[in-house]
T-cell receptor
Framework: SQKIEQNSEALNIQEGKTATLTCNYT??????LQWYRQDPGRGPVFLLL?????KEKRKERLKVTFDTTLKQSLFHITASQPADSATYLC????????????FGTGTQLKVEL | NAGVMQNPRHLVRRRGQEARLRCSPM?????VYWYRQLPEEGLKFMVY????????ESGMPKERFSAEFPKEGPSILRIQQVVRGDSAAYFC???????????????FGSGTRLTVV
């Protein structure tokens, strides 16, 4: 069955540095993958989508890569700020198609002054 | 555009009671998804619905749980005879219909926090 892995340990970085979060998936090939941000007590918020034929996608300080050979997506936040502190979830389109997403457990990012 | 509205935000039920969670999707969205999130855990898919149809309920427990999305009104997730293990945050999300829904991602509500005492 499909499996999605994100680093369960929190990532602590200094303000201004680039944060890199990893999402690995196994046993299937998603047509696209999405990234979400979740703050405590709130629902996730959609950030970016990348398709399987796209190597890289950018939006302001965010960059996502998608390596279908390695079965991995990397999520980068450049010039990080304390306001970027949150949990980031990757969500590949689920096996079997349709609009259903399967979410990883998320990685908590803490940006310190 | 009010986004996805979930109510109530907090719900306390005694063991054995019924819990009803409501979700009104964003205007123009015809697909609704329910997820459950336990503390320190990820979002677990429960059910995917379109108007009057259940598309995928593979994540829904076989007993006590049901969901509907009627032609008129919000989507309802119903949990009968609740047990302590049902305590969790339940999130609803919506998306556009087929075409290019993936371009817009899901829009999530703020969730309903169910506590069973």
């Amino acid at each position: 069955s499909q499996k999605i892995e994100q680093n369960s340990e929190a990532l602590n970085i200094q303000e201004g540095k680039t944060a890199t979060l990893t999402c690995n998936y196994t046993n299937y090939s998603p047509a696209y993958l999405q990234w979400y941000r979740q703050d405590p007590g709130r629902g996730p918020v959609f950030l970016l989508l990348i398709r399987e034929n796209e190597k890289e996608k950018r939006k302001e300080r965010l960059k996502v890569t998608f390596d279908t050979t390695l079965k991995q997506s990397l999520f980068h936040i450049t010039a990080s700020q304390p306001a970027d502190s949150a949990t980031y979830l990757c969500a590949p389109r689920s096996e079997g198609g349709g609009n259903k997403l399967t979410f990883g457990t998320g990685t908590q990012l803490k940006v310190e002054l | 555009n009010a986004g996805v509205m979930q109510n109530p935000r907090h719900l306390v039920r005694r063991r054995g009671q019924e819990a009803r969670l409501r979700c009104s999707p964003m205007k123009g969205h015809s697909h609704v998804y329910w997820y459950r999130q336990l503390p320190e855990e990820g979002l677990k898919f429960m059910v995917y619905l379109q108007k009057e149809n259940i598309i995928d309920e593979s994540g829904m427990p076989k007993e006590r749980f049901s969901a509907e999305f009627p032609k008129e009104g919000p989507s309802i997730l119903r949990i009968q005879q609740v047990v302590r293990g049902d305590s969790a945050a339940y999130f609803c999300a919506s998306s556009r219909g087929t075409g290019a829904p993936e371009n817009y991602g899901y829009t999530f509500g703020s969730g309903t926090r169910l506590t069973v005492v």
